[in-house]
């Protein structure tokens, strides 16, 4: 059964850097496509990350240069390395993940493509 974890929220002052994590179970990296979101208070959920089966990654333009979404196969842990936050980025971060087939370069950041969602960790960025 597929499950995800995230992990890593916290508080940091605008400038600073954060690392989140996704721990992931019964998740073949090289079949799933996985990403990241993010809901701010008052907002909808919208797509941060994403990187597909092969390794093809797509960025919002909002954290485009800033962020930087990886995966590492041999522990089973999807991240997100945040740099220059600013305290837009406040918000409640989910990963996701979706089988798409073997080494596909498929995985858009919507909403609608993701069948398997883990449960919330906060960032909270401070002026």
């Known amino acids: 059964q597929v499950q995800l974890v995230a992990s890593g929220g916290g508080s940091v002052q605008a400038g600073g850097s954060l690392r989140l994590s996704c721990a992931t179970f019964?998740?073949?990296?090289?079949?799933?496509?996985m990403a990241w979101f993010r809901q701010g208070p008052g907002q909808e959920r919208e797509g941060v990350a994403s990187?597909?089966?092969?390794?093809?990654?797509t960025y919002a333009d909002s954290v485009k240069g800033r962020f930087t979404i990886s995966k590492d196969n041999a522990v089973n842990t999807l991240y997100l390395q945040m740099n220059s936050v600013k305290p837009e980025d406040t918000a409640m971060y989910y990963c996701?993940?979706?089988?798409?087939?073997?080494?596909?370069?498929?995985?858009?950041?919507?909403?609608?493509?993701?069948?398997?969602w883990g449960r919330g960790t906060q960032v909270t960025v401070s002026s």
């Open positions: 996701a993940a979706v089988a798409t087939g073997y080494g596909s370069s498929r995985c858009p950041l919507s909403r609608m493509t993701f069948r398997y």
């Open positions: 019964a998740v073949a990296y090289d079949v799933y496509c």
């Open positions: 990187i597909a089966s092969d390794g093809t990654t």
